[in-house]
């Protein structure tokens, strides 16, 4: 099915630890992002890239790097991970066509949590 | 300051009461974007409309309806006779679409938590 798929799906890893959250879309979509999701807070943009080889940071960037070689993957890397990362992970792929045709599509999330 | 307020944090209704949910927005484009998202208890997101900053007309889709106002910049969502299927955390979103650097980035209301009781 065409879609985000993000995976793992739940991780649990150790303070200092260092992974890498996946992220691929079959879309051909220009755009990509990865959010956080904490309680009451909604969610909020970490990284986003406009295209293969662009990224620039959104609201809360720090302790996370982001590469985007293809247009498919855009992988989320936690360097060394702090418990304040505990959080739910989305990944969405976008695109814009014009004429006001804009769209979104989520991954499923991913359910970090730092012990 | 936050580029997308809901001001309810939790709201709890009887089934087939009608329920609005607010948006407040803040832009200083002139072409923006802006959805509503339903996240059930199980976690995904799920995208229920989209509304374009040139396009004021208001929606239904059959117990669902949006308000977009301009003028107040706010984007309300009303469930007509609610269910307790409709019980979920909403999430009302800005994208500001006016430049090609600021597509891809959605910025997200802190979400309304709705419970519906039978």
């Known amino acids: 099915n065409a879609g985000v798929t993000q995976t793992p799906k739940f991780q649990v890893l150790k303070t200092g630890q260092s992974m890498t959250l996946q992220c691929a879309q079959d879309m051909n979509h220009e755009y990509m992002s990865w959010y956080r999701q904490d309680p009451g807070m909604g969610l909020r943009l970490i990284h986003y890239s406009v295209g293969a080889g662009i990224t620039d940071q959104g609201e809360v960037p720090n302790g996370y790097n982001v590469s985007r070689s293809t247009t498919e993957d855009f992988p989320l890397r936690l360097l060394s991970a702090a418990p304040s990362q505990t959080s739910v992970y989305f990944c969405?792929?976008?695109?814009?066509?014009?004429?006001?045709?804009?769209?979104?599509?989520f991954g499923s999330g991913t359910r970090l949590t730092v012990v | 300051a936050q580029k997308v307020t809901q001001a309810q944090t939790e709201i709890s209704v009887v089934e087939k009461e009608d329920v609005t949910l607010d948006c407040v927005y803040e832009t200083r484009d002139t072409t923006y974007y802006l959805f509503w998202y339903k996240q059930p208890p199980s976690g995904e997101l799920v995208f229920l409309i989209r509304r374009n900053s040139f396009d004021e007309q208001n929606e239904i889709s059959g117990r669902y309806s949006w308000n977009f106002q301009k003028s107040t910049s706010s984007f309300n969502f009303t469930i007509t006779a609610s269910q307790v299927v409709d019980s979920a955390v909403y999430f009302c979103a800005l994208s500001e679409g006016g430049r090609g650097s600021t597509l891809g980035r959605l910025y997200f209301g802190r979400g309304t938590q709705l419970t519906v009781w039978p």
């Open positions: 969405a792929s976008s695109y814009s066509q014009g004429q006001g045709d804009y769209g979104y599509t």
